[in-house]
């Protein structure tokens, strides 16, 4: 029985890790590199976006976790969720909504790079406030940074094929693709986390759903504002700032991390 149920567990993290992959590549494998190379001197977007992105949500996230008490379980897979860079989701709802999709991809790779001393930085110092020493010590780092491995190859095969093959029409295709996977990852995060009669997704208490709103919220109102009257940055920018620095399938990521990044003894 625990054979099967550790094959099972192999099966899930190993079907996720593949339509994560398919949807960087297909998102990165869609962008011109000459159009990102020329995002690297975008300087205030990218400032904006890092400091946002781990400054300002591990900050909420540690608000969120001390005002509602969050149990260990919740309170760090939130702490992880925010203390997390942009990632994969952010590519593909920049796709979908028409924003600066070369710069989305251009932050994801830096705040991904970045996010390897970050996000153990936020994570340990924002656990270790709102926590005594024995819940941090039962995170999964090895899971954390594999996905953090995942991004960063999916992102760099996907700019070389992108500059080698150099057709629209491949552009295009990879662009389907990654959409394509963007769906199947949230079709999937949603069936693997109601398969538990335990922790239905609809049948959390209400800090759960305050919890996973209240960072992006009040984080996606703070980057419009800082987008928009502070630094000026154009519409398409503003958006993917906006979007790179607040995910907004928060439910979803914080499903999938919960299932596979923490483990504790019940």
Not at 14 to 26: P, T
Not at 35 to 47: G, K, S, T, V
Not at 54 to 63: N, W
Not at 179 to 199: R, T, Y
Request: aromatic share 12%.
């Amino acid at each position: 029985e625990e054979l099967k149920m550790g094959l099972d567990f192999d099966l899930v993290e190993i079907s996720g890790a593949c339509l994560l992959f398919c949807l960087v590549f297909g998102m990165s494998a869609s962008v011109d590199i000459g159009c990102m190379l020329a995002q690297l001197r975008n300087r205030r977007a990218i400032a904006t976006g890092v400091f946002l992105q781990f400054v300002i949500l591990p900050l909420l996230g540690f608000m969120v976790v001390k005002s509602l008490a969050m149990s260990p379980a919740m309170g760090i897979t939130l702490l992880v969720v925010t203390s997390s860079p942009g990632g994969s989701y952010s590519n593909w709802w920049c796709s979908m909504f028409n924003a600066d999709l070369a710069l989305s991809v251009t932050m994801t790779a830096i705040s991904t790079l970045l996010s390897t001393f970050m996000l153990p930085l936020n994570l340990l110092l924002y656990a270790k406030l709102s926590y005594d020493a024995k819940v941090t010590s039962q995170l999964d780092w090895g899971a954390l940074f594999s996905s953090l491995v995942i991004v960063l190859s999916a992102i760099g095969l996907g700019l070389f094929c992108s500059e080698k093959i150099n057709s629209h029409n491949f552009n295009l295709h990879a662009n389907r693709l990654g959409n394509a996977a963007g769906v199947a990852l949230i079709v999937f995060s949603a069936v693997i986390s109601n398969s538990d009669e335990e922790s239905q997704l609809w049948e959390r208490p209400w800090r759960f759903y305050f919890g996973v709103a209240a960072p992006c919220f009040f984080g996606l109102i703070l980057a419009n504002i800082v987008t928009k009257f502070g630094i000026k940055l154009l519409k398409p920018e503003r958006v993917t700032v906006s979007i790179e620095c607040c995910e907004l399938f928060f439910i979803v990521f914080l499903i999938m991390i919960d299932r596979v990044c923490l483990r504790y003894a019940h």
